[in-house]
């Protein structure tokens, strides 16, 4: 019995041990294995690292000659210059063509220019015949022969460059270039003398306004008109139709109806009672 239990105990051993041994070498095996591994992966990239090196090297030109490492500084330098260069060719051949595009443009614009400066028929006749109108009337202002009086009424606000006076609807004092003559809305207002209009405009203290010259530096002024059919340039008799008289402006609303009459003369303001007759 006890040489039996021995027995067993001995090939229990025996396996055991067997089996120790197998779990070992596949151990070894392992171990042997992942060495393997890492000594190819380490090869793998001292290989890689050679190659990078080599590549590097071979783009630096390191393991060139020294004639040849010459030789491709040189073309280097040269490719270089070239680049920096390119730019300005560039640049000159831009500023370039702006100003050979330039050139027909300039040509247009001295021939428009010499067009331009010559008159052409319909104004040489235009000129002529205002020429002809003004040489024929010889706007040449009489002082002693006087002025019509424009429309017929009282003068609100007289002619004062002296001394300021009173205006009602600004309720203030100031100085006043011209009369206020009083006439109603739609009135026909006619010119004092004969003359030529110079101007017709909007101004926010007289309204419409026509300045019309009556020769020997002498101007009519005209303020808060309406229904003016004529145009600069237009000869007027005297005793004609120019305007009719409008609303008054903001400017005289207390004064009611009324025409602002100025006489200039070498365009200083003097007083109209001295020529309206």
């Not at 145009?231 to 004609?240: D, I, K, L, P, R």
């Given at each position: 019995m006890r040489s039996k239990k021995k027995a067993f105990y001995k090939r229990r051993t025996v396996l055991v041990a067997s089996a120790l041994c197998a779990v070992a070498a596949l151990g070894l095996a392992g171990i042997y294995k992942m060495e393997t591994a890492k000594t190819r992966q380490e090869q793998e990239l001292v290989n890689w690292e050679e190659t990078e090196r080599d590549v590097i090297r071979a783009g630096r030109g390191d393991d060139m000659q020294p004639e040849a490492k010459q030789d491709k500084k040189a073309s280097l330098v040269e490719r270089e210059e070239e680049k920096q260069n390119e730019p300005e060719q560039q640049e000159v051949v831009e500023s370039a063509q702006p100003q050979e595009a330039a050139l027909p443009d300039m040509a247009g614009t001295v021939d428009e220019t010499i067009v331009s400066s010559e008159p052409t028929t319909s104004q040489t006749d235009d000129q002529a015949a205002q020429a002809s109108v003004q040489n024929a009337i010889n706007l040449n202002f009489q002082p002693e022969n006087g002025m019509k009086w424009p429309v017929e009424g009282n003068v609100v606000l007289d002619y004062s460059m002296n001394q300021t006076i009173y205006f009602p609807t600004l309720d203030q004092y100031k100085y006043n270039p011209a009369i206020a003559i009083q006439s109603e809305c739609g009135t026909p207002v006619i010119a004092a003398a004969a003359g030529v209009i110079e101007s017709i405009e909007q101004k926010s203290e007289t309204g419409l306004t026509m300045t019309i010259d009556i020769g020997n530096g002498y101007q009519l002024v005209y303020g808060q008109l309406a229904d003016?059919?004529?145009?600069?340039?237009?000869?007027?008799?005297?005793?004609?139709?120019?305007?009719?008289?409008?609303?008054p402006s903001i400017y005289y609303q207390v004064e009611g109806d009324n025409l602002y009459f100025q006489v200039l003369k070498d365009g200083t303001s003097v007083d109209p009672l001295d020529y309206l007759k």
């Open positions: 003016v059919a004529l145009s600069t340039g237009s000869y007027v008799e005297a005793g004609s139709r120019i305007a009719t008289i409008a609303e």
